[in-house]
């Protein structure tokens, strides 16, 4: 059975305190501890959290220990994502410290990205990135002290400074070997198998399907999947067409190179595809 797109689910459903379980499950296999959360938040100074384009989506919860976890869907790339990563932690750091507070209250962020293409050079599907200071001579870990451990209740220093995760669900080859990688296969298929039991899982078995959503919603979600289908074709066409424009550009610079080494043109059109016309305008 085909569920609903987790895209569209956090636009419309994972909002609702009643199925804030679906969102604490998922985060729960990825950060490999228990999470609540504890509220939904609307961020003041961006607008990501009423973004209602096709291709990005995202949502900003807060858990119960007051941490602030940024999830965001992005179906298109985008050659500055990483920098926009950056960005949206380094912002809501500074969002949601009021002033006059201590630094010590600033809050822990983990910017959770969930990306349906390839994001830089890499083979996993899965990427984390913690933050930690080693020494340039010793290459040694620096650590916090006793005082500061005891002070603001921590074990570590990467446990201050934003974590960043990104699932690259188009590098999934849908072989699920753990409970993480069953929601990974959501993720890229909206399907979840009978065998599946990862956290969060069940309940959007149950609640994830176009026969729970209201008639409006219905209408509305199915035809967010006919703009996402006729955006996917004109995105592959036009993939297509500039491929095609690069093999053409490659048969007229190897044209050149033939043509001004004094290579007869009809030899030069039999060789690269071209026609006589073509490689006479060159």
Do not use: C
């Amino acid at each position: 059975m085909k569920h609903i797109r987790f895209d569209w689910a956090i636009k419309k459903i994972l909002r609702d305190k009643a199925n804030f379980v679906i969102l604490e499950g998922f985060i729960s296999e990825l950060l490999g501890r228990s999470i609540l959360i504890d509220s939904i938040l609307e961020s003041e100074s961006n607008p990501w959290t009423e973004e209602t384009k096709l291709n990005r989506v995202d949502i900003l919860a807060r858990g119960d220990r007051g941490e602030l976890m940024l999830i965001e869907v992005q179906n298109s790339t985008e050659q500055d994502y990483f920098h926009r990563m950056l960005y949206g932690a380094s912002n809501l750091i500074t969002e949601y410290l009021d002033r006059g507070e201590p630094y010590g209250k600033v809050k822990k962020v983990y910017s959770i990205n969930i990306v349906y293409f390839s994001l830089g050079r890499g083979n996993d599907y899965i990427y984390q990135s913690q933050f930690e200071f080693i020494g340039r001579h010793q290459n040694d870990r620096l650590n916090l002290s006793p005082t500061q451990k005891q002070l603001f209740d921590l074990e570590e220093i990467y446990q201050i400074f934003p974590e960043y995760f990104i699932i690259q669900v188009n590098k999934f080859p849908d072989i699920t070997q753990d409970t993480l990688d069953e929601w990974v296969y959501f993720l890229k298929n909206s399907e979840i198998p009978e065998t599946f039991h990862a956290k969060g899982l069940p309940e959007a078995k149950e609640r994830l399907t176009e026969e729970q959503l209201p008639p409006e919603e219905r209408s509305s979600y199915r035809q967010y999947l006919k703009d996402k289908q006729y955006e996917i074709s004109i995105l592959e066409t036009t993939k297509a067409a500039a491929k095609l424009e690069g093999q053409q550009e490659e048969k007229r610079s190897i044209a050149r190179s033939l043509k001004e080494s004094g290579v007869g043109i009809d030899l030069i059109a039999q060789v690269t595809g071209l026609t006589i016309a073509e490689v006479e305008n060159l």
